[in-house]
C-alpha cells in the first residue's frame, strides 16, 4: 500500500488511474465501521484511496480537533488488510494554504440536527469532500449511515453541483453490544462506555413501539427520551423524528422514519440513527 502525502502527488496518481478509484474519505483512526467502507469500495472500482484527514474547517472553535485521536501507523494496518491501496494523508497547510478564501455550502437541511448543534460544520464537510473529489477525481465515493445527515448533505451537493461520480451509503457498523463504533468511542472512560449503551437501548426502544404500531412522534419521542433519562451523566443534544429524505419534522411517523439522537457523556459527543420501518 502507498501513502501519498501531497496534493500534488495525490493529482498526478488520480490523472494516471481517471475511472478506477474508489474514495472512501475518513478522519482516521480507523475501525471496522471504515473497513466495511474499503472492503465494499474494493468491489465497486480496481483502486481503492482511503483518505485520512482530520479536517479543521468541520470543527467549531470549543470542538475536539486537538484532541481527535490520531495514528497513522494503525492506520496504515487496517487499511492494507481492508484492501486499500493508496492512503492519501495531506497536510492542513497544503488543504488549506495561507490565504484560502473558498467554502462549499449546502443549505437547508444542514440547518439542523447536528447542523443546529455544530454551526458551520457541514461548510466544513462539504468543502473538504468537494475539494477530495477534485484532487482524487474518484468514480464512485462511499459514507457511513452513522452520520445520516453527512451522507444527505453529501448527495445533495453531488447532485446541485453536477459532480460526476456515485455516492453509496453503508450500513453502521456496531459493536457487539449494539454501540455504532465511532473513533471517538476511544475517549470514553470505561464507565462511560457502558452508559453509552443507552443510545442503542434508546434506538431498539423506538424500534419496539414502533413495530407495536405507535406512529404519534411525540408518543415514540416519549419513549426514547425515557430510555436516555434512566442515564443521568447522559446528557441529550438531540434526538429527534424526521422524514429520512428531507430530514423535516414529522407529527406522525411514516413507513420510514428516520430517528436520529447525539448525546454527550463525559465530554464526549456520540451520534447513532436508525430507520424505524428497516431491519
Ligand atoms: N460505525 C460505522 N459504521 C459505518 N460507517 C461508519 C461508522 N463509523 C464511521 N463511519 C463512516 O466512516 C466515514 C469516516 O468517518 P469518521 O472518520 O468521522 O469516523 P467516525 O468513527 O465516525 O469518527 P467520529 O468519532 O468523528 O464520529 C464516514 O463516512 C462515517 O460515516
Ligand atoms: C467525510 C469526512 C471525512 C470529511 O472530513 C468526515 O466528516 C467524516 O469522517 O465523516
Ligand atoms: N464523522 C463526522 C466527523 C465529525 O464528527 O466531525
Redesign the pocket.
Known amino acids: 500500500m502507498r501513502v501519498i502525502q501531497t496534493v500534488a502527488e495525490m493529482q498526478q496518481f488520480a490523472r494516471e488511474h481517471r475511472g478506477q478509484i474508489a474514495l472512501?474519505?475518513?478522519?482516521?483512526y480507523l475501525?471496522a465501521?471504515?473497513a466495511?467502507?474499503m472492503i465494499e469500495a474494493k468491489k465497486r472500482a480496481p483502486i481503492v484511496v482511503a483518505s485520512v484527514f482530520v479536517n479543521p474547517t468541520q470543527f467549531g472553535v470549543n470542538e475536539d480537533l486537538d484532541s481527535y485521536p490520531r495514528d497513522l501507523e494503525r492506520d496504515k494496518q487496517i487499511a492494507t488488510e481492508a484492501g486499500v491501496d493508496v492512503i492519501f494523508a495531506p497536510t492542513a497547510p497544503d488543504m488549506y494554504p495561507k490565504g484560502y478564501l473558498t467554502y462549499v455550502n449546502v443549505e437547508g437541511i444542514t440547518g439542523h440536527l447536528c447542523g443546529a448543534s455544530r454551526p458551520g460544520h457541514f461548510r466544513g464537510v462539504t468543502t473538504v469532500v468537494a475539494k477530495l473529489f477534485n484532487i482524487v477525481a474518484p468514480k464512485v465515493a462511499l459514507?457511513?449511515?452513522?452520520?445520516f445527515q453527512?451522507?444527505a448533505v453529501i448527495r445533495r451537493m453531488v447532485r446541485d453541483l453536477n459532480m460526476d461520480l456515485e455516492i453509496v451509503g453503508?450500513?453502521?457498523?456496531?459493536e457487539a453490544d449494539g454501540l455504532?463504533?465511532?473513533?471517538?468511542n476511544t475517549k470514553l472512560s470505561a464507565e462511560d462506555r457502558r452508559k453509552a449503551l443507552c443510545l442503542y437501548r434508546s434506538i431498539g426502544a423506538a424500534r419496539t413501539a414502533f413495530a407495536a404500531g405507535e406512529r404519534s412522534v411525540a408518543k415514540l419521542r416519549e419513549t426514547a427520551v425515557s430510555v436516555i433519562a434512566a442515564e443521568p451523566a447522559a446528557e441529550i443534544d438531540y434526538l429527534e423524528f424526521r422524514d429520512p429524505d428531507s430530514l423535516e419534522p414529522l407529527e406522525t411517523a411514516e413507513a420510514r422514519t428516520l430517528y436520529a439522537l447525539a448525546v454527550r457523556l463525559g465530554g464526549v459527543r456520540l451520534?447513532d440513527n436508525c430507520i424505524l420501518g428497516e431491519e
Open positions: 472512501v474519505p475518513t478522519m482516521g475501525h465501521g471504515h466495511s467502507l459514507f457511513g449511515k452513522k452520520d453527512q451522507l453503508m450500513p453502521i457498523v456496531r455504532a463504533m465511532s473513533s471517538r451520534i
